[in-house]
């Protein structure tokens, strides 16, 4: 593995070396002369005296180098029964007008724009005009609630909100105008403006700050890229932490648009021109990496998919994209991938099209079961590869990476730490784990070109949340193991986040709006193992003393409030009352214990427990409403 591990090693013992040479394949305004440096917390920053812009290296530069009528995007909507293209000249066009209809709206270097819509060729317009303004942009899923929404516009206090009418989930339309209103209504931060795109399938009734998205652009100036330094903000991405307070993670633009780059040619193995389809949303990281900035910026063409798996119309949707736009590298979630299968298991649906474009095939969002990777190895010709990231790191942490050498595949592992990104496990005491004994995943500093440089408005935050348990190494939050090869296994988080069909969830922020209902006294929410989901919430309850109404109302009450919170995304649809919770004598709920009597794993007695009989009490509760696979224990 010579070409690997000769990257691997520069990456790590001449940091500044190796990224200078990836830099130099951007175009610049101005090139950086100090590649790495540090911030007064000791955090890296990349590039931070270069000048650059990302729109203009993913777009203007392109349509300049000769790639002005190659597609830059093929929109692919089942949902609306709708195709589009737009060459690399066309979106650039319509991102400058887009930013100059913005700019007309007092939108500025460094001013926030909150982007809330579906996976329509605009939301990429809305990102890059506003990166090309050096505005920053925070995108909010489109399965999140008004309160989600209202949190985030609070916190990133954005000058605009741009967002569509209305969203299509596979048999039902989601009026967007009604969720912002709402959110605006909660929150204490009032944007200037509202921009929505109208549908055809819902237009939403515009009131007094809010502009039709075509009339604007119709009058608007084309507005040149504004250059910013390579170590400012981006964006803005908010992300589920421990508490229910989400994280506003920051990502730079030359460090991020330089490992986009790099990564598409190492981990991705794809040449400019090329087609890569990645099944996500821009609401999520993968999406701002892989769909809206990595593709581009070298040069492919990435296809916007509009439809979910399966039933927009069947599971064959996948195969249809790969045909369709002759896709070479295909990325989505595994949950996806089980969706396909329960859905088609002998992959019938495979055999309509014709998919030898393809070349590889990628995962990640949650770990690759073993299961549903042999059921995707033994289906296709192709390298099926789980690579492991966070919102927190932009891009790959461990991935096999066949654009700088092929590895062996294993499943079960995202394989190999990608060079610049120094992976350790360590122990309890901070020491490092001997090879198959697990341990905290972390990431020795510095932390390479395109991961977080901070939480938005909360340094505090970001030292007690990444910084502070293992000084010198980022705290990943997973834990996991290294074989006697070198290859990296994540088994899972260490905290309260849960996976939930690849969207990260933070229970605590669950156990925040459940605790709120007047008649609860206390609560724990569990993330318990879903064939198709790989998690699914699970909240536990204990009503008040004088709580005389019905168990079951109380629980849809539970589930609906949830639901309107945090949202349907969320997938919180499964509550039991209990009289008591298994605790510690020192009050502490057990956890661990719960997750593993829900899975139906063998769970012991811990000594530390103050009264045995409550777990007993919640087993036989679990059981009898046959929840996750609480009764195979008593097979
Ligand atoms: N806007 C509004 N609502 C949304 C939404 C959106 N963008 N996305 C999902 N929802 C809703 C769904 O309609 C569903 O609502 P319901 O409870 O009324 O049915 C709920 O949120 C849960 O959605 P989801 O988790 O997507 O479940 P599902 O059963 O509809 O679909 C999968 C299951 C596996 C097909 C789907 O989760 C999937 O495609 N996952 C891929 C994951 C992914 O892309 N992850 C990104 C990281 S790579
Ligand atoms: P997100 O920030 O939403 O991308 O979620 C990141 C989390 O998802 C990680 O911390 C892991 O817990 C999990 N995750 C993502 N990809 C993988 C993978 N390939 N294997 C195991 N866990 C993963």
Not at 215 to 237: M, Q, R, T, W
Not at 400 to 426: D, H
Not at 555 to 572: H, K, Q
């Amino acid at each position: 593995m010579n070409r690997y591990s000769d990257a691997y090693r520069q990456a790590t013992e001449q940091p500044e070396v190796f990224w200078a040479e990836q830099a130099r394949r951007l175009p610049w305004y101005t090139p950086p002369t100090q590649v790495l440096s540090y911030d007064d917390q000791q955090h890296a920053r990349w590039f931070s005296d270069g000048e650059f812009n990302i729109c203009y290296a993913a777009l203007d530069h392109h349509v300049a180098q000769g790639r002005a009528e190659q597609p830059a995007i093929y929109w692919d909507s089942p949902v609306t029964q709708s195709r589009r293209t737009l060459t690399y000249r066309e979106l650039r066009d319509q991102v400058a007008h887009f930013a100059g209809a913005l700019a007309g709206l007092g939108v500025r270097k460094g001013d926030r724009v909150v982007i809330y819509m579906p996976m329509i060729p605009e939301a990429l317009v809305a990102m890059y005009a506003c990166a090309r303004l050096g505005a920053i942009h925070s995108v909010v899923f489109g399965g999140f609630a008004p309160h989600e929404l209202a949190m985030r516009i609070e916190d990133a206090e954005p000058t605009v909100v741009v967002a569509a009418s209305c969203g299509i989930e596979v048999d039902k339309v989601v009026p967007y105008k009604p969720i912002i209103d709402q959110a605006l209504t909660q929150s204490r931060h009032q944007p200037d403006a509202c921009v929505i795109f109208q549908r055809d399938l819902h237009p939403a009734i515009l009131g007094a700050r809010d502009h039709d998205w075509g009339e604007l652009v119709a009058n608007a100036p084309f507005a040149e890229c504004v250059p910013v330094k390579g170590s400012d903000p981006l964006y803005i991405l908010y992300t589920s932490g421990t508490t229910g307070k989400p994280k506003g993670v920051m990502r730079d633009t030359a460090g991020y648009a330089v490992a986009l780059a790099y990564s598409m040619q190492t981990i991705y193995a794809m040449n400019p021109g090329e087609v890569m389809c990645t099944a996500s949303d821009v609401g999520w990281v993968v999406g701002h990496s892989y769909i809206v900035y990595g593709p581009l910026l070298h040069g492919c063409t990435s296809v916007v998919y509009e439809g979910k798996p399966v039933n927009t119309p069947d599971a064959g949707s996948f195969w249809r994209l790969i045909e369709t736009y002759r896709v070479t590298s295909f990325f989505t979630a595994p949950t996806a991938f089980r969706a396909v299968k329960k859905a088609d298991p002998e992959a019938r649906l495979l055999g309509e099209y014709d998919i030898s474009s393809l070349k590889h095939l990628y995962v990640a969002g949650e770990r690759l079961d073993p299961p549903t990777f042999h059921w995707l190895d033994d289906l296709l010709d192709v390298p099926v590869i789980d690579h492991w990231w966070q919102t927190e790191t932009g891009w790959p942490i461990a991935a096999n990476q066949p654009g700088l050498e092929a590895m062996p595949i294993k499943a079960g592992s995202a394989s190999l730490p990608v060079p610049g990104f120094n992976v350790q496990v360590l122990d309890r005491e901070g020491e490092q784990a001997a090879p198959m004994e697990q341990g905290s995943v972390v990431i020795r500093q510095p932390l390479p070109p395109g991961c977080l440089t901070g939480i938005w408005r909360d340094p505090q935050r970001f030292h007690s949340a990444y910084m502070a348990a293992f000084p010198g190494y980022y705290l990943t939050g997973d834990g996991g193991y290294f074989d006697e090869t070198g290859y990296l296994f994540i088994m899972g988080r260490t905290d309260d986040v849960i996976n939930v069909a690849g969207h990260r969830l933070s229970t605590g922020e669950m156990e925040e709006v459940v605790g709120g209902h007047p008649a609860v006294a206390e609560c724990a929410v569990i993330g318990i193992h879903d064939a198709l989901k790989g998690q699914v919430p699970l909240g536990l309850v204990i009503p008040k003393d004088d709580f005389s109404g019905d168990e079951l109302t109380l629980e849809n009450e539970l589930i609906a409030r949830v639901r309107e919170t945090i949202g349907p995304i969320a997938c919180f649809k499964q509550v039991l009352v209990v009289n008591r919770l298994p605790k510690t004598r020192s009050g502490k709920i057990l956890r661990k214990l719960l997750r593993n009597m829900a899975d139906g794993k063998a769970f012991g007695i811990p000594s530390t427990i103050d009264d045995p009989t409550s777990l007993e009490e919640v087993h036989a509760i679990m059981c009898d409403r046959a929840v996750g696979s609480a009764l195979i224990r008593h097979a």
